[in-house]
């Protein structure tokens, strides 16, 4: 994988490896999606949506999480994200 010279970029990637170093759960990627710094860039990029279940958000931080888990299995997350 080659990794682009940009400092900001490499800044990201490494917060992105040692996110998925650390295994984490869809409710810690939710908190970050929703942190002051990115609410508001991620809150201007979503369609009009219905209330549900799991809204746009937290369903991003469920499949990121399925992603970086070692089973990724959607089940599986979808029963944390209930169960906590």
Known sequence: MAYVSCP???VQQSSFRK?????ADSHSI????TSD????QI?????????RIF??????SMFVAQVLSQDRSCQ???NQAITK
């Open 30 to 33: 939710f908190n970050i999606l």
């Open 19 to 23: 996110l998925a170093t650390n295994h």
């Open 8 to 10: 900001r970029l490499k």
């Open 55 to 60: 809204p746009p958000t937290e369903t991003l």
């Open 76 to 78: 599986n997350i979808v």
């Open 43 to 51: 809150e201007s990029l979503l369609p009009g949506h219905r209330e």
């Open 37 to 40: 710094r990115l609410l508001n």
